[in-house]
């Protein structure tokens, strides 16, 4: 695990996705006043759709978010399984972030050259300010899953064999995740009490590679932990 972690236990999902939420506006507002944006990576999967449908309501500056995605999988742009989609949907069609600060993964293309464009992107974006993450019931983060091999120093890695449907994906790389001011893993639900003790106890999952200089903000609802 992560030597500085920070765990916000809470009991229900709702109040997680609150907490979260609290806690994006903040970095926002630190961001934008110290250095003129916020740029946030979004995480893919379930979870996050709370943190995102509360956000939607909130008074921000919007005109300075820079919007990024930590992975997505390799489906048309409009299929309903994207992660660029439920954003869309719930957050980024309801807000006033301009569409050239949004930089949607091109994962339509395949694996490879979604990659190698969206590389470009990371590249330029530099430090992060805010990374937002998932964990499956594996203990996977973004599209990085147990057991695949990636070359360490890539910014953006093509993701094949997917043991998550579907399975080929793109995925931010655990060194460029671990590139930000201030990261959150949201985490909630029963099914991910497993992998949940296997992080606490030391094992080397891809939620465990994720090492941002500053630590990590834990928040888990009482289904997934009770400290
Ligand atoms: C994806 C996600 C993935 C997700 C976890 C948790 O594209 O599938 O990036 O890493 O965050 O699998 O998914 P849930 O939030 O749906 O449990």
Redo the contacts with the bound molecule.
């Keep these: 695990m992560q030597t500085n972690s920070r765990w916000h236990t809470l009991e229900t999902a709702e109040q997680v996705a609150e907490a979260a939420c609290r806690h994006i506006l903040n970095a926002a507002d630190s961001a934008i006043s110290e250095r003129g944006k916020f740029k946030l990576v979004l995480?893919?999967?379930?979870?996050p759709e709370k943190v995102y449908r509360l956000l939607a309501k909130a008074d921000a500056d919007w005109a300075n978010w820079h919007i990024y995605y930590?992975?997505e999988?390799c489906l048309p742009v409009d299929h309903q399984d994207r992660?660029s989609l439920m954003a869309s949907q719930v957050l980024l069609d309801k807000v006033a972030i301009p569409a050239n600060q949004i930089f949607t993964m091109p994962a339509e293309l395949g694996p490879e050259v979604a990659a190698d464009r969206y590389k470009l992107a990371v590249a330029k974006a530099g430090m992060f300010d805010m990374v937002l993450?998932?964990?499956?019931e594996d203990g996977?983060?973004?599209?990085l899953f147990p057991g695949h091999q990636h070359p360490q120093d890539e910014l953006v890695h093509a993701v094949y064999n997917s043991p998550?449907p579907p399975p080929e994906r793109v995925s931010i790389s655990a060194k460029a995740l671990s590139n930000t001011r201030e990261l959150i893993f949201l985490i909630t639900g029963a099914n991910k009490q497993e992998a949940v003790k296997l992080w606490r106890s030391g094992a080397d999952l891809p939620v465990a590679r994720i090492a941002p200089e500053n630590g990590v903000d834990v928040y888990i609802d009482s289904d997934a932990y009770k400290p």
Excluded: I, V
């Design positions: 995480a893919g999967g379930s979870t930590g992975d999988r992660n993450l998932g964990m499956g996977h983060t973004a599209s998550k």
